[in-house]
């Protein structure tokens, strides 16, 4: 690596240091921060990088890592719990939208029929990196406003496969526009069906392998290599790595590895996904705007307007209330990173000129700056939407828990079995995590949510929801990686419960320094229940055995918090 190169990357991550750090105090987000540290380093700004051609296919990793990541979320069961909305109101305002931005873009700008319907669809995609961000902040994912906003960027997502492969074969001028789509359409099913069988037969097989006898680091090896292969193979037969990466997505989308996988690929994805919101900055030519600042803002709120009008109204037909309708409306009206990686990808192969790529490039990050703005207007909407309903009734009780996180079990041994099938009875949705393939594969068979993942890392936690889960439980027999687990999960979410079982006494001391809310022994739980049952046999009175034991119980858990030795 030459020193011009190794200085260029300290320039980048120290303007990320100081940048996003301020933009998230000042609660605007990440996603700005890095698009705002690009600009004032690049050519536009104090002119610190002069050229980010080595810095934009380092950050095209970052694109590749954020497909595989939405591909994995697009999972068959999360689609069908959420069809509805997905492919109606998703499909509609993906349709909608980019026609009506197509005619405004073909007539005003005069661009061929293919380039307007490029820019059409690309501009109807919403944030998904950056909307989820803020969702997720909230709390608010599974919110009345929430649960549509998240359909609609789920089809969204979906939709990215054949825009991909659009963009593509857009550089074949032989073709017609309905030729594309043709071909495009055709492309998307024989991928399908390659996901299919690749998942069934090959890559599920692959990975037990290897999570039975390699190390955790030639885990993460796989995964990188999974993601980085397939999208090396898309790019070798004409088409993206983008889209390479979202079929690798795809492909573990209902695998019991994927929040493993997740985890292993987090860390690295968030650094080079920053690096493509800093190299678009960088790219973005500020001189440009400055000269038509009037026209440029005329068409980011244009674009905005058409967006919002369009998801209020269909988001009014699809049964959503009238304000929760207005924060959908006003959440998704951004242009999104989809648009900056299909415009780019066009530029790439000569289909958008310069002066074109800027104007799209301005309107897009402009449209993502005002988000969060727009973000805290659709939160007050929501907020005054449930101060109208004060009064709740009984129903609309029911419906908020149930939409509630599920509980998450550490370890699927017998005892975390046994908790299962105890929430289950109770009608408690429940997440379960083991880093043994062989228990996974089997409960899974048997139709149960376990999944492969080592729990002491805390991206593993954070993939399979530990933020938001009412209450975590750890059942692993291993006491040094039920501390680390404890002690992880103490750290990482502090505000949230976690119960945890050990062996006795001291080790119940133990957990409960690391962070645990409650611990119960395993010695003095089958103790009690020996001696309630053979006094019960021997004809003691029943309330009387009971007043024994639950104060046998308190006693000895009372000693937790003291110094007081085990007896």
Sequence with gaps: MNAEYLTDIIILLTAAVITVPLFQFLKIGAIPGF???GIMIGPSGLGYIESNEEITHLAELGVVLLLFVIGIEINPSRLWNMKGLVLGLGSLQVLIT???????????LGTAWNISLLIGLALSLSSTAFVLQLLTERKLLSSEY???SVS????????VVPLLAFVSLLGA????VAGNVL????EAVIILLMIILSARYILNPLLNLLSRFSTPEIFTASALLLVLGSAWIMESVGLSMAMGAFIAGLLIADSSYRHQIVAEIQPFRGLLLGLFFMAMGLTLNLELFLRNPLLLLIAVVALMAVKFITLWLLSLLFGIERKPALSVALLLTQSGEFALVLFALAKGLGLLDEALFQQLLIVVILSMLATPVLEKLAHKVYLSSRGDRESMSEVDIDRAVLERKPVILIGFGRMGKRVAFILDLMEVPYVAIDNRSSVVERERAEGRPVYFGDAQQPEVLRAVGAADTPFLIVSIDDLEAAERVVSTLHSTFPNTSVFARAHDLARCRDLKEFGAYFTVSETVEASAELARVALLHMGSEEQEVEAAVNHFRKDYYGRINTNVAEV
Excluded: W, Y
Excluded at 98 to 108: P, R
Excluded at 173 to 176: K, M, N, R, S, V
Excluded at 183 to 186: D, N, R
């Design 98 to 108: 980019g026609g009506l931005i197509t005619l405004i873009v073909h007539e005003v």
């Design 146 to 148: 929430g649960r549509p």
């Design 173 to 176: 001028p032989e073709l017609t």
């Design 152 to 159: 609609v960027l789920l089809l969204q997502d979906l939709a």
């Design 35 to 37: 698009l705002v540290a």
């Design 183 to 186: 071909t495009s359409l055709a």
